[in-house]
Nanobody
Framework: QVRLAESGGGLVQSGGSLRLSCVASESLYSLRLVEWYRQAPGKQRELVASVTRSGSPHYEASVKGRFTISRDTVKDTVYLQMDSLKPEDTAVYYC????????????WGQGTQVTVAS
């Protein structure tokens, strides 16, 4: 089974930037879809952004224009560049994927904590 590992979180001031990384144990071409989610304390996990195998991105309204999802197929890594961060972006961020040829998503990893101070 494909495993994903998130990293890059930290503490940043409001208006700052962070870049999260999601490294896959297999080629990104084996993944139909890679998604970034986040879960804030006391809230449900929510989708933030996704990118398809062909590279097409999708963003939720709350992050559109501030976050950018990208891929490096040589490093088998999906990035989430987060700019103009707001305190409400504070959450644990997770990546998840849907492999080609299956309807079952990958298991959740430990995530990476993003804290935006006001």
């Amino acid at each position: 089974q494909v495993r994903l590992a998130e990293s890059g979180g930290g503490l940043v001031q409001s208006g700052g930037s962070l870049r999260l990384s999601c490294v896959a144990s297999e080629s990104l071409y084996s993944l139909r879809l890679v998604e970034w989610y986040r879960q804030a304390p006391g809230k449900q996990r929510e989708l933030v952004a996704s990118v398809t195998r062909s590279g097409s991105p999708h963003y939720e309204a709350s992050v559109k224009g501030r976050f950018t999802i990208s891929r490096d197929t040589v490093k088998d890594t999906v990035y989430l560049q987060m700019d103009s961060l707001k305190p409400e972006d504070t959450a644990v961020y997770y990546c998840n994927a849907l492999p080609v040829g299956t309807t079952q998503h990958t298991s959740w990893g430990q995530g990476t904590q993003v804290t935006v101070a006001s």
